[in-house]
């Protein structure tokens, strides 16, 4: 499965350092884990994500979990104390870190950035999970030195976790995430600021809609404020391109009697849906590139397992599927969505077999 | 567990008319659902949500289920066609109908506003189930002649629903959906639509708080005109705060050099904190009735119709199913819902068979 092997020294025994070394040592891979806390190494260790460091560790590989802060010292430190060991780290914005460690006059020719696009709203070794990255995007953002060994090494380390390795260079890596993390963290935080001095009766109302867009508004401030300094240049673009929207749905909205007004609210409106549909794999819509069918099946056990098997005898590939089930309902509806030229056949063959279209 | 009986006539068989009509039909309750629209009657009734109307119809309670720019004059008409019938009606802005109501001279003594605070982003018949309102605030906004026992019957009605009925004015009602409902809207759709002009290798680095963040972006832009324009007022109040906030902002991240700016900053995070914590419930998965259990299989043919093979053969059923299809893995992450008390037994029995559980 995959080719990495090699010993592995993590440096920082929080979430992603925990995370990396739970599912490399479930792997047989041998790991060191450093951190400044005696405590966490611990815990870590304890926790079955490697092992303490030793005199003699001569690792082939060094990825450095520290804050974002910190993470171009650390970087920096390590190329030095282990010359023939390939660095990268997991830091969420990249132009900066490259910049310190080139004004350091680091060895970054054995530097590769990385960005692992996973996390949980819990912090700490405690919050560690072999799974972590799990078919999550781990961006590599290599500088224009990085050995291509060293670029093949932790793009193995990220086959090795089961991520999907993206290859970007460090501005695009940081103008990528000011937009689909560093706005949504901001914005999630403003929304749910309007709280603080609302009135407990009116909170109580909150449904599912408010829960999700103010979820990330839980993070730590402390991090946060790391992530929007290193990257303040882009997340500025977004947000600045944001304001002017928000200013024109205000002006709407004190004007509802123009016919402008409704037109830029429909406008706004449309625009998230459009915005939204972009997003790979979003749960809950309808992607717009797929065909669905709609097929009733009987709501007995078995019935959902026959109508797979026979969609793939018919051989199409189903690009997602959805069955929603209502307890009280006589029929289930299952959802399959496939590419619009498969669409006409499968409903045929469907059709054929017996099964109900609706 | 109910004390609710008698018949129901619901007008508009889209998500919450046809939701509605299965969580009655299934405790036995005689529900007639009408609609302008018969292709939509027909999934409704075939979906087990009711019957159709008949001539001799004469329902004890009417529920009206449509737009709500169409609301105050159907629950007009409803008022008087069924003269010993109480009407309610589930539009998410309460203020506006009441006035129209009354200006219709409507005999209002049998109307009871109602807002139950459950949906989803996905509407029509099709996404009708019958659990949509369980645990969810139904909110109940009389009217200053409503008669005590009309009152009553649409408590009954929540209850029977499993909501938790709150009884509000309609102003305090309004005023509490636009910082719960309406802005997250607004600013959802405003965030998504950054996605709308972005490249999409960047928009595939997005990671679950976006997806999270935009969600609702993909909501009825037709539906949030109306109920924007119904709540102009209340909404612009929360807006415009956000909107002072958000300036802030960018005012600090233009001037990071200042020891002001960090604090505004932080201030803007720690306030998202506090926020979010006033939630209820917050943190309370999606389907607060199911338990989820993620399966991960190989991306090959004829994997899922397995799995589903030998869920069915343990003999638990499936409440809910949701395949995510990410070009780029190599594994498919397939979500399993099951009642919470099947959930040990299901994960043990399929680990014993050798399937991976996340």
Redesign the interface.
Known sequence: MTSFTGEVRIVGAGLLGTSIGLALTKQGIDVAISSKSTKSVDLAVSYGAGRAVREDDSPKLIVVCVPPQLTAQIVAEELIAFPDAIVTDVASVKAGILAELERLAAPIERYVGSHP???RERGGAIAGRA?LF????W?ITPNAKSDAAGIKLVADLANAL?S?V?T?SPK??D???A???H??????????????D??????????????????????D?DL??QI??AN?AE??Q??????A???T??GA??N?DSEKS?AQ??H???????????????????HSTYAQI?V?IDDQ??E??RL??EV?EIGI???????????????G?VELYVVPSAEAALIADLQKRGWRI?
Chains 1, 2 share one sequence.
């Open positions: 696009m996973a996390g799974d799990v078919g999550r995007p961006v089961e999907s993206v970007v695009d890596h103008r990528a995430v937009l689909v993390s706005v949504p963290q901001l914005v999630s935080s403003l929304l749910a600021a309007r709280l603080v609302a009135k407990n009766d009116d909170v109580a109302l909150a449904g599912q809609g408010l829960r999700d867009t103010t979820r990330i508004a839980a993070s401030p946060w404020i929007l300094e303040s997340v500025l977004v947000l600045e391109s944001l304001s929207d928000l200013a749905v205000i909205l004190h509802l409704i609210l429909r706004a409106l449309e625009a998230g849906n459009i915005g939204v549909e972009k997003i790979p794999g979003k749960h809950g819509t309808k709609i009733m056990p078995g959902l397992a797979l098997t793939g590939n189903l690009e997602e599927l959805k069955l929603e089930h209502s307890p009280s309902a006589q029929i509806l609706a």
